[in-house]
């Protein structure tokens, strides 16, 4: 037995496979008692730091934390050193373990620790590049898909009949030390599918989503926003462009007018249609809108796909005899029956896109259906492996004014939110019209601010068959 646990202290590759699972251990396993623990310290200290923070801070919280782009750049200065660290330690825990001259092993047992040692420094290699891959993505994406900093947000006023004398252009807010979201109890985004990518001038908003989550309970509502309201109220910088004080199109078309129109709407050429968008909307709502982040359709698909597809049940089938192809190539006849089903991306986004066979309030509902299903089945565990292609994804298809600083708190606080019991609504006739008046609004602005009072309407949200695994 001497023997035998002897010539495994003289194994190199048994070394050098320790101290590739904990650098030191191998060094402790070949005798170098002392080399090994200085080796193992920093790495204890290390992980223990970290486990000790996210204890701290929670999983959530962690998260966003670890998103701000300072810390990225850390992780990938850190992930450098730990790959140059664990390499030396492999490498020296191989050396030690080799037996002196008069004890050297054969030719073929050393060619097969050889390439033992090349396999762990390889698979060191892989890791670590891995890592860096994903952290500098990470910094790739909320560089260009975040805003860097917390401002506030207007708070919205009440329409009047009486128009203002002409537009007024707010100063650019200035950063507040309480995120605004924060300041009246409860979190208000606003979710928005467009036919193109963000900043281009084609983009309309065909799927508009109000998303309030109270921060107390964490109880969350949807609210459907119609894309063909008329006559929405515009806020008092912009009311005066037209004689209503309103903006006499559909609602999905202001963003592309802000866009086209300088002198009426505030801001640079690629923010002025999200800024009138989000100010027309709070005015309109009743409710500051503490952030908006908008998608569009190819990353809806490549997102689902990556995904591995979306599970959703469909109470009625869907049969559009002209539904539009996403490249704009033609239409083709889409049937879709009632019941379970797989979708990929294509097909997910076909049965939130789809129209013709009733309107825009039943297209809306099946929207809220797919966000939903699509909040319940993401897993992080298996997003781990394909986490590169998500970056990839949320950069080229995702744009948000919501600030990098504020992702902390707001993960956190949807990680509170029961994906199987938001509730949901949409501002439909008869209660809403189409041609908004002043009763609308008056009801529009109720319905958003009794969100979360008991006795509420609301359209039943179907819970999920199995809760999401927690990994």
């Not at 992080?380 to 990839?392: A, G, H, Q, T």
Request: aromatic share 8%.
């Amino acid at each position: 037995m001497r023997l035998s646990l002897a010539r495994l202290r003289r194994s190199p590759a048994l070394a050098a496979f320790l101290s590739f699972l904990l650098p030191g251990l191998g060094q402790v396993w070949a005798g170098a008692v002392m080399r090994g623990v200085l080796l193992i310290v920093p790495i204890v200290i290390l992980v223990g730091g970290i486990a000790g923070f996210v204890i701290g801070q929670g999983s959530a919280r962690f998260l966003g934390i670890a998103l701000q782009p300072g810390v990225l750049l850390t992780i990938l200065a850190i992930d450098a050193v730990l790959l140059v660290y664990r390499v030396a330690a492999i490498v020296d825990a191989y050396l030690l373990g080799r037996p002196g001259r008069r004890m050297a092993a054969p030719r073929t047992r050393r060619a097969a620790s050889v390439s033992v040692l090349v396999l762990l420094l390889a698979v060191t290699v892989a890791m670590h590049g891995w890592v860096g891959v994903v952290t500098y993505k990470s910094y790739d994406l909320v560089a260009n898909v975040f805003v860097p900093v917390s401002t506030s947000t207007p708070q919205p006023t009440a329409p009047t009949a009486t128009p203002s004398q002409g537009p007024t252009f707010s100063p650019t807010p200035t950063p507040v030390p309480v995120p605004a979201w924060a300041e009246n109890g409860r979190l208000d985004v606003v979710l928005i599918g467009g036919d193109a990518g963000p900043g281009r001038r084609s983009l309309r908003t065909d799927s508009m989503t109000l998303v309030s989550v109270e921060v107390a309970t964490g109880k969350a509502k949807m609210f459907g926003i119609p894309r063909n309201l008329i006559n929405v109220p515009l806020p008092p910088e912009t009311a005066s462009a037209f004689a209503c004080g309103c903006f006499p199109d559909l609602i999905n078309a202001l963003f592309e007018y802000a866009e086209t129109h300088p002198n009426i709407f505030p801001g640079a050429d690629d923010q002025r249609g999200y800024i009138a968008l989000q100010s027309t909307l709070s005015h309109f709502l009743g409710v500051p809108i503490d952030g908006m982040l908008v998608v569009d359709l190819n990353g809806f698909v490549r997102l689902i796909d990556a995904l591995g597809g979306l599970d959703i049940t469909t109470p009625e089938a869907v049969y559009d005899s002209k539904y539009p192809l996403e490249d704009g190539s033609g239409y083709v006849k889409l049937y879709i029956p009632a019941g379970p089903h797989h979708f990929n991306g294509h097909e997910a986004l076909q049965y939130a896109r789809s129209r013709h066979q009733d309107d825009d309030y039943h297209r809306m509902d099946r929207q809220q259906l797919t966000l939903l299903a699509l909040r319940r089945q993401i897993n992080p565990c298996s997003l781990v492996p394909r986490l590169p292609e998500l970056l990839d994804i949320g950069k080229d298809s995702l744009w948000t004014d919501i600030a990098i600083s504020d992702l902390p708190d707001l993960l956190a606080l949807a990680q509170r939110v029961d994906a199987g019991k938001i509730k949901r609504a949409a501002f439909n006739p008869p209660e809403i019209p189409e041609y908004i008046n002043a009763a609308a609004v008056a009801t529009v602005q109720k319905m958003v601010a009794d969100a979360f009072k008991s006795g509420t309407k609301t359209s039943p949200t179907p819970t999920p068959s199995e809760p999401p695994s927690p990994c």
